[in-house]
């Protein structure tokens, strides 16, 4: 076996993120953070938040709503043209329908008060064969971006599994009822909460809509 210097180990522990923690510090009283500098907060939802520092997500007015994308595993079986097509515009579609039904406005283009969602369906995994017993298992991720600037402001993430349905109903059709469940699920209020862009600092240069939005779904929680 060929000797690796120690400090070219040490380099390859820091480039991965898993740089062994200082003498005396405890992993657990340090933030995480992204490697592109996102920290990692607690939410009361299923999932993973992590956020950029001083994000000011409330001060944006519009949302930007671009098709969703679709990343399979190595190993994965496909689904079909159609299939893939109509998955990714109904989860297109559920987005834009969670957002309308939050009243917050949907444009086309960007603009210094524009937040563009940008929707991945990444390691997706598919085994519709008989002797499966775990028929599809994805991540969905939605990145919160400043439209102007590209600069990511939020990222959530969803581990999804389908699991076989046993002896009466096929595989195939296992998978398809899978994956309407999944999208039924997708929550947009929960990673928005988690930001608390109800307590942001307004720009100057925008109204501040989703931190109004915020600060009233706040109340109505309080009311219930």
């Known amino acids: 076996m060929k000797w690796i210097p120690r400090a070219t180990i040490l380099a390859l522990w820091v480039l991965s993120g898993c ?9 657990s009283m340090r933030p995480l953070y992204s490697i592109d500098g996102l920290r990692r ?10 956020l950029r520092e001083n994000h000011g997500i409330g001060s944006y ?13 190595q190993d994965s079986q496909r689904l079909t ?3 893939r097509e109509i998955f ?23 603009g210094p008060c524009v937040m563009e969602i940008e929707f991945d369906v990444v390691r997706m995994f ?19 971006r400043d439209s102007a600037s590209g600069d990511i402001l939020l990222r959530y993430a969803t581990r999804n599994q389908i699991a076989t349905g046993g002896p009466d109903i096929p595989n195939r059709d296992q998978l398809r009822k899978g994956l309407v469940q ?25 109204k501040g809509t989703l ?6 779904a706040q109340r109505k929680r309080l009311q219930e």
């Open 19 to 27: 740089a062994p923690a200082p003498t005396g510090s405890s992993d």
């Open 41 to 50: 907060v607690e939410i009361a939802v299923p999932g993973v938040l992590e």
């Open 61 to 73: 007015d519009a949302l930007m709503l671009p098709p969703a994308n679709l990343r399979y595993r």
């Open 81 to 83: 043209y159609d299939a």
């Open 88 to 110: 990714l515009s109904v989860l297109h579609q559920t987005l834009v329908d969670a957002t309308k039904a939050a009243s917050i406005p949907i444009v086309s283009e960007p």
């Open 126 to 144: 598919i085994d519709v064969s008989e002797r499966s017993k775990q028929i599809a298992d994805l991540i969905l991720v939605m990145q919160f």
């Open 182 to 206: 999944i999208m039924r699920n997708m929550d947009l209020s929960g990673p928005l909460r988690g930001a608390g862009l109800a307590d942001d600092e307004i720009s100057p240069e925008c």
């Open 211 to 216: 931190a109004a939005i915020g600060r009233a």
